[in-house]
């Protein structure tokens, strides 16, 4: 199968961040961007502190309209107050008088109705600059021409400063529209003419890049548009890209204010801009490419993983899913059928003659989806019975429609809605993973559904099963975060409050172990890495009659490269098992061997005195012919024994039995179950017992479970204190237990009605002793409870005798 | 020195009993017999012993029982030899600290028994 492990190279980036270069610098050099520079510089002359003002190295005197002045003598004039050079623009004076010019700039044509742009008139090239306009008040000072004509000039005023004359406008004129000014405040043409000549006096036009600077900088803008996309993640792209974009107009606001220089802003934004949404849109193509071809990958896996193989053949599938039906559902009859992208519906598997069409029950499927009205089985099978419950379903995968399904059962024989659910899922899926066009490969939004389709159903039944493991197991992550905890570890640390898997698995290896935190980390660390499990022996604390072994595995890391883009838990697993029956057992067999022995031993010694009197010359006849007689009933006991012991062996263990038991030592039973039960208790029992316990048929845990439910059981219903008596009686047949205790006040009827009987029983010492007593008689013994006014109350457990 | 030493044998093993009691009787004992610790006890609460020859498993009161029902209970002072097959070294601490004079382990070699007894009667 086809792995995606890289983006598909959609294009080259290189080549298209130049060609965007490219068409950004040639619409900056063809004036496309000068509209918004022009708004840029705008708003930047509007907003910017003025270096005019007060040292305003030119005052500007506009004659009113319709004054007639003469030329020469307002030049006297101004000269002798101390004007230095005097610039005239007035139209009706051609040739300026001595002490005086015409003005040297000429404004350029306006641009969209805004004159911004001067040329030097001593310029051969006829370059249009953009004038330093600077909106800070008071602006170009201005000298009134009647303070002029009455001579009220203050004094110094004029001095070292020239004098631009201009002519007013009449007042209902418009004025011009500069950069100073929103639309609809005009300023006159002679303020106008003056911002121009103090700029060219200052020196101080505006310089706009060069195209071989422009160029640079678009680059920049561009190569920042490439780090703000590659380095950030998709979500907060565009927040970045925003943030950069008003970086870079604060810096072009700063140079212009400060230096002079008007940046090509917009080119360089749009340059910025472009990149970023360029190199995004290729990465969200890239990452659509990656999730179509993730979806297929999974898609594919988990069907390989799920589905048998004989699946693969599309002729063996109808008759897979009626076998698989019919096996887990048993229905009476049952009919299957595939429906199209057009809707025809095909049967694919039937157990009997259907009677109502497909199209037709599909009908009343949608109708059944308002009222709900059954569908009778007669109708849909045509041999159905009276007492036949149909089931009728789409089934649907991934969202399509891909057939449907009529089943009929008896009645009470309907298996419950969520089996009934989940198989037609399980069906559905069947159908569409061999349909000739399976929903997955219509389109990525439906492989996209499938895979999770697909992936739900795998991860659902893998934590299905994890959950009902019949272990008790705890996952942790690689951050030491319990990811699952399945029940019966949740059970174990219910009964045990040092379990704690909350806090890591250091803490519960320690627990469990005994292990420092040192040691603990060292071999966590080794079964991650070297991914070999290592087995413990462990102790749950307030359950230490009971046995564990705890397996420490690495998870999820084997099965060689995985996908890069599919999360795959990592971590480690940690396994208790309860062995306690098996070292029981273990015990037991090691108990047998030696009470064989022990046998043998003693039937050796009556061969071995045997045949010493059977030697002695004295004996009389029939004196011999007696121990001779009783030697060869000793060889065929001994003889019978063994075959005793192997038949035995046997029976003790039969696979296949729900219930296994074993030769246990029930002196060892009873002392197991004395540690298990409350100190309280334990202290007050009395157990008279042989010295060499014998060996019964039973399982050793639940027998010692038992004996420890019927001493707390008697101990708990006899007068407080009062001693319990255990005595442990060995018969040629049986073993019994007899428990008494003559305290005990306890109806007889009650306790043959709880004990025995099928009443429901809320008090778990009843619970426990009635689960105790029919175990015992499910291993093949006999148990019995009485109560007795002369001796209280009297349990017998009687065990079939192993040796 | 053994002769007409009366032992009371006690192990609930019919042929034990009487392979046994040819042997003791060889040996030159006289012999009386108990099938288990209880029929023991009440014989020897009776009766006049020289020494008590008692096997440990048995049914109603093993040797053990019986043991200790002499040395604690009793208080009777008759030299006691254990038989037992199953006489490991933790089961033979435990009878020695019961009271038992001697402890064997079966198969027991009638040289080794014949020893212990004549050991018990000094």
Known sequence: MARVMTPPKIFVVPGVLSLLCIAVWSLELADGFKLTDNAFYDRVARNRPGNGGQDSPILLLELPSGVAADPDALVQGLRTDGAGQVFLALADVDRPPAGAELLPVTLATQERGVFRRAVLKSDPEGKARLIDFFAAPPRIPRLSYDQLLRRELVAGALKERGVLVARSLPQQAPGLSTPLHDAGDQISLGEVQAYALVTAVRGSWIREIQPGMSLLLIMIAIGLGYFAERFTLAQVGLWILLVLCACLFLVAWIILSLSMILLPISAMIAAHSGAFFLLQQRRLRAEAELLRSTSFYVSQHLHQRSHPNELADPSQTAALLGQLVSLVLGPERYALWESDRAGAFKLIAASRKVGLSPAHLAEELTRSAESAPPIPSARVFDDASATEVTHVSRLIHAGEKVGLWALSFEQGATPGMPLLKAMAGEAARVIDANSPTPSDRVSPAHALNASMAEMELYVGGLENLFENLSVAAVMYDLYGRAVLVNNMFKALAARSNAIRWQEGPVHLLRTLTGLDDTQSRRFLRHAYIAEKPLRFAASVPAMEARTFVLTLSAVGKSGGRSHPDIVRPEGIAIELHDITGSSLNSASRETIVSRLATQLRNDLEAFSLGVEVLDDPDLAADEREEVALLLRDKTNSAAQLLLDVEHNLQRACVPGETLLRFPVDTKEAVARALTQIPREIRERIDFISPEFGPLAFAAPQELSETIGAALTFAANNCTARERVRLELIDEPANVEFQIVSPSSVLPEENLQKYLFGTTMILSSEFRDLRNGLQLVERWGGTASARFLTDSGLNLRLGLEKFL | ?122
Request: net charge neutral; with cysteine; charged share 20%.
């Open chain 2, 1 to 122: 020195m053994t002769s007409g030493k009366k032992i009371l044998l006690v192990d609930d093993d019919a042929v034990m009993q009487r392979v046994l009691q040819l042997w003791l009787r060889k040996a030159g004992f006289d012999c009386v017999l108990a099938e288990d610790g209880q029929v023991a006890a009440n014989l020897l609460h009776a009766g006049q012993f020289d020494a008590v020859l008692v096997d440990l498993m048995m049914p109603i009161m093993d040797g053990f029982r019986f043991l200790k029902w002499a040395r604690q209970e009793a208080r009777i002072s008759t030299p006691i030899l254990v038989l037992s097959a199953a006489a490991n070294a933790q089961v033979r601490q435990d009878v020695e600290a019961a009271g038992a004079n001697a402890v064997l382990s079966k198969p027991v070699q009638s040289r080794a028994l014949l020893e212990a007894l004549t050991r018990i009667l000094e």
